[in-house]
């Protein structure tokens, strides 16, 4: 009898490809298609294929075009919180990973608008071992999850250790007990595998931000959004804008609201880049 021993190469990655991971339900159409509209723009300068999945318990009504689109049936626990979540969403991000054959994996809110991936990237590019994301307040020791990325091989380890690593972070004074799906995976990549976490700096020195959240503020009228084009010049300065700083707003869906602030952008910077 022959035996032949065969170590898989099928998951080779693609040096510096991207999987760009979308966890999304149902109100998240809108937001989404436009989240996805701002990374085609990009497609030119960096290699990802976007992946969206979906809450199988509260899909989206229509599928985005130029994605690849799954549906999870893991417990969400509300807006991505839980140890079950963070190990659903580790291992839906490996998987799309490998579909991709990609060398990274990010994580990507719905409600972003990402006009440049150079100053985010270049941590990454510089040392692989690595995870790099943004540090939104004081007390953050993680990365948020509007985005972050770290290095596809470190997510088995992760998957595999995460029973372990999240029993010793149980232990210690600073456990938060909802156990939010960006502590948790931004934190146990990054420790099961000895990487450095780069956070960029968006609680001081407000001149060198790389994200801007929208000012939900300035609408006076939610029912007839009108913004002037001046306020949309200032935010097309940075290479992130958020719309998930949205919990001011006294209406009945301000996920819509943000939705229609998001096509309002991305209409004004097809005005702005025309010939």
Known sequence: MNIELISSDVYRPIKNKLAICIFTFKSDNRCVSQCI???????????????????????????????????????????L???????????????????????????????????????????????????????????????AGVCYVFPVKGLYKGIRDFAVWYKKESETEEFPTHC??????????????????????????????????????????????KIHPLIWHRFRIYDFVNFGNRYQLKCENPREVAAECMEQYMKFEELCQKH
């Not at 290699?47 to 417990?75: M, Q, R, T």
């Not at 510089?126 to 307040?137: M, Q, Y």
């Not at 099961?192 to 009228?221: A, K």
């Open 81 to 143: 919180n839980g140890a079950e979540c963070a190990q659903g969403q580790m291992m839906e991000m490996l998987r799309c990973a490998r579909k991709a054959r990609a060398e990274y994996v990010m994580k990507l809110d719905s409600d972003m608008i990402v006009n440049s991936f150079d100053n985010f990237l270049a941590p990454l590019w510089a040392d692989s071992n690595t995870v790099v994301g943004f540090k939104l307040n004081p007390r953050m020791n993680y990365v």
């Open 180 to 225: 939010p799906e960006d502590w948790a995976v931004s934190r146990c990549v990054a420790a099961v595998n000895d990487y450095t976490m780069i956070q960029f700096n968006q609680v001081e020195d407000s001149e060198n931000w790389l994200l801007s959240p929208f000012d939900f503020d300035i609408l006076e009228d939610v029912e007839n959004i």
């Open 37 to 79: 509209k701002a990374l085609d723009k990009h497609r030119a300068n960096l290699v990802f294929d976007v992946f969206v999945i979906d809450d199988g318990a509260c899909p989206l009504d229509d599928i985005p075009d130029n994605v690849f689109y799954s549906k999870s049936h893991y417990f969400r626990n509300g807006n």
